[in-house]
């Protein structure tokens, strides 16, 4: 069935550095979004990508949907230890399902 | 607005009890969706429902099942325990039905099965 691969699972970074985390699908996808979960807490979104090639900013984090809308990513600038947490996409699946992927694990280090 | 709300915040239960998990979604909004989240599996989907009705199942179990109340309020029941139950069971809701929508997520319910 439809999946939602995400890598890398877990990144360790020092405060400053830069981070980012990939999205792929097998099929195309109609949209994709993302969501970022706290140590302790629960998804929260963060923001939804509709149209091919699209990119959208909001402050230090910067979302792109591929060409293909296959394919996404999640760009942090100038990592800070409030962006620590677990950030997941999620696409539409199989059956009219929102599918996520396993997520990546952020640490800052400070 | 509230808040997606779940209650209890935690649980814990022994193998082969059965358990209740609540879910209040936010005023108006009209599906509500489950999900149980564990280290090794991520986020997995339980079911949906929208207006009562059931529209969508994952791959869990018979033992698992929810229903949904006129108020769209929710409820997820899952029986006969066994020690991998143990995770923390995530409830969405949002306005409409639809892999469009995003989901508002309440805070789960941790439930440990000893």
């Known amino acids: 069935g439809q999946q939602v691969m995400q890598i890398p699972q877990y990144q360790h970074v020092q405060e400053g550095e830069d981070f980012t985390t990939y999205c792929n699908s097998s099929?195309?996808?109609?949209?994709i979004q993302w969501y970022k979960q706290r140590p302790g807490g629960h998804p929260v979104f963060l923001i939804q990508l509709v149209k091919s090639g699209e990119v959208k900013k909001q402050k230090r984090l910067t979302f792109q949907f591929g060409e293909a809308k296959k394919n996404s990513s999640l760009h942090i600038t100038a990592t800070q230890t409030t962006d620590v947490g677990t950030y997941f996409c999620?696409?539409?699946?199989?059956?009219?399902?929102?599918?996520f992927g396993a997520g990546t694990i952020l640490r800052v280090k400070s | 607005k509230a808040g997606v709300t779940q209650t209890p915040r935690y649980l814990i239960k022994t193998r082969g009890q059965q358990v209740t998990l609540s879910c209040s979604p936010i005023?108006?909004?009209?599906?509500v969706s489950w999900y149980q989240q564990t280290p090794g599996q991520g986020l997995q989907f339980l079911f949906e429902?929208?207006?009562?009705?059931?529209?969508n199942k994952g791959n869990f179990p018979g033992r698992f099942s929810g229903r949904q109340f006129s108020n769209s309020r929710s409820e997820m029941n899952v029986s006969t325990l066994e020690l991998g139950d143990s995770a923390l069971y995530l409830c969405a809701s949002s306005p409409m039905r639809g892999v469009n929508e995003k989901l508002f997520f309440g805070s789960g319910t941790q439930l440990s099965v000893l």
């Open positions: 099929t195309t996808l109609s949209n």
């Open positions: 429902y929208f207006s009562e009705t059931q529209r």
């Open positions: 005023s108006g909004h009209r599906s």
């Open positions: 999620a696409g539409p699946g199989y059956g009219n399902k929102l599918v």
